[in-house]
């Protein structure tokens, strides 16, 4: 290989590198994120969520209702609920390993329900099934189990059929 031919193959090799960065860098939010929009109103929403919660077996925690924090802060926003979600069998898995403990900031998982300006409802949470691949290991198995159930539980809610309330467990 000549100089000229080595010169132009590796400055394709850096030039597709960067564009790969670049792409990889804008594209990696959209990526990281989820968001369904529901077939109901927001309270509805919230309602055929936390039955499909339950019963698939998870527990909800928590419910930050964020609308109402803000209004006592002098805030006027719509309205959005994040709802802390904990299988403890998937919880005590991960939490009784002391090199997994890392993954401790990202439990419970998190969901949130919000309203757009646009009147939909919508359903977003960290896509878990990417972000647990890099730790391998325990913490990928069990984060994989736990985000298809979760994603389950909110693929019922946005196809506008949930589990019936017998199903609860």
Same mark, same amino acid.
């Given at each position: 290989?000549?100089? =000229? ?12 590198a960067v564009l790969t960065a670049i792409i ?6 959209? !990526? ?13 929403? /919230? ?6 919660? =339950? #019963? +698939? ?8 209702? !964020?609308? %109402? ?31 997994? *403990?890392? /993954?401790?900031?990202? !439990?419970?998982? *998190?969901?949130?329900?919000? +309203? ?7 359903? #977003?949470? !960290?896509? %878990? ?7 391998? @290991? ?12 979760t994603e389950g539980v909110i693929?019922?809610?946005?196809? @506008? ?9």
């Amino acid at each position: 290989m000549n100089k =000229r031919t080595l010169l132009i193959v590796a400055s394709s090799l850096v030039a597709g590198a960067v564009l790969t960065a670049i792409i990889g860098f804008y594209s990696m939010p959209r !990526m990281m994120m989820l968001e369904d929009a529901s077939p109901y109103g927001f309270e509805q929403t /919230v309602e055929v969520f936390e039955t499909a919660v =339950r #019963a +698939e077996g998870w527990s909800v925690l928590t419910v930050h209702d !964020m609308q %109402s924090i803000l209004a006592g802060h002098g805030h006027d926003v719509r309205a959005v609920k994040i709802f802390e979600l904990c299988s403890s069998k998937y919880s005590a898995e991960i939490l009784a390993l002391d090199d997994e *403990r890392i /993954v401790a900031p990202l !439990m419970p998982c *998190r969901v949130a329900i919000y +309203e757009k300006s646009d009147g939909v409802t919508y359903i #977003a949470r !960290m896509n %878990s099934e990417l972000m647990a691949r890099p730790f391998g @290991g325990v913490i990928n198995s069990v984060m994989q189990t736990a985000a298809v159930e979760t994603e389950g539980v909110i693929s019922q809610v946005v196809s @506008g059929r949930p589990a019936p309330t017998s199903m609860i467990r």
